[in-house]
DNA sequence: CGATATATGGAACGATCGGTCCATATAGAG
DNA sequence: CTCTATATGGACCGATCGTTCCATATATCG
């Protein structure tokens, strides 16, 4: 069938390794030469792999978003009640506090925030995998509702918009170093306003 | 007294339009030459004047940090209760949804969240100044305790924090294109926290 | 008037950027 | 085996980065 010298690497491996460069570095400051030494192939093979840069970026944001949005999606049809699936999301967040996964933060809000102004691809992509985090925020609240840990009556529109604004905010904070109790105590006001 | 050809420029004029550029661009985006353009004035005259691009940074973000904190302290000084001051500051920031100056956010959270994991000094200051907005919104809440409009009995450091986590994930969605419905409604589930 | 000291404009520097190109390697097809 | 098609390594490209340097302009001091 196929002609040709075959591919020599993973393509998966290679983008998982691209992600976790952009996720580290941001979508500017991570060079290609950052990126060729983490996926461990040529400059050829990245350009006749994946097209350019910008390309790279979209396939590495869309593997992130798929793999956390599915990783919640499934922990959310498994858990108990959708309430402590949103408590136990939220908690172990700020418990990531002073850690070097705090200080990562979250490729699609790090995206969000370094893209979210400007006009391209990128900047697209990352708004839309927001969206995707605030409706698997609305299904949770949704879910909630259901099971009668939230009022009918809420808003979960709103509600789930507010989740959003909270984690990004919360991702923020771990970012510029606040300790673990700041965190949590903040989270714990976040969620108290679920129950009301 | 002084020797030597006097400076052509403000340099107050100057830095200004650095931070302005630093507001639009973010630290690493900014180029020397983006600043020169603004500032009007050579790149001579910028290397003499603040050093390099890393001080001219930490200037500028000094001047919006203490334009920030000076303009809001006197707001709450004036304003009826610290109250009406949280709920107008972060409404208004909210109103702000869909503008040029929603995609702009503010200096101080643009640069904690570009600058907050590196080691270095506009990373320290970045840090900082966040924890300057906390400390100010630490002063209303417990002048709102005062004035009877919260609860003496709650977390003063707890709510101050919660707030600076709700303006930094307010802006993140001001960024990537919250509508101003979203925003309102968001940013009220926020405040009634205050109350409880 | 020199003499001196600071400011300015702009050329230039080495480093790094994303991307291209080409010679070479390596597979399958006939 | 030869022919063909794709992959790979790495030199190379022009653009841009922050910074340095130097000749020149412009002020004050004696």
């Not at 591919?7 to 290609?32: C, L, N």
């Not at 418990?95 to 691809?121: M, P």
């Not at 771990?174 to 714990?188: E, P």
Request: hydrophobic fraction near 45%.
């Amino acid at each position: 069938m196929t002609r040709g010298r075959p591919i020599a690497f993973s393509p998966d491996e290679a983008a998982t390794a691209a992600m976790q460069v952009f996720w580290a570095r941001g979508y500017d400051a991570a060079s290609t030469r950052d990126l060729l030494a983490a996926m461990h192939i040529s400059r050829s093979s990245l350009y006749q792999a994946f097209g350019s840069k910008e390309q790279l970026f979209l396939e590495a944001l869309r593997r992130y978003r798929e793999a956390l949005i599915g990783r919640l999606g499934r922990r959310l049809e498994t858990v108990p009640t959708a309430m402590t699936f949103l408590e136990a999301l939220f908690r172990e967040t700020a418990d990531e506090a002073g850690s070097e996964r705090a200080a990562l933060g979250c490729l699609i809000f790090n995206s969000a925030t370094e893209l979210g102004q400007r006009g391209d691809l990128p900047s697209h992509h990352a708004r839309q995998s927001l969206a995707a985090i605030t409706e698997l925020f609305h299904l949770a609240v949704v879910q909630a509702q259901r099971e009668g840990d939230i009022a009918q009556e809420r808003d979960a529109e709103a509600l789930a918009t507010y989740l959003t604004m909270g984690m990004a905010g919360l991702r923020t904070l771990l970012k510029s170093g606040a300790d673990i109790d700041q965190a949590r105590q903040a989270v714990g006001l976040l969620l108290d306003t679920l129950r009301r």
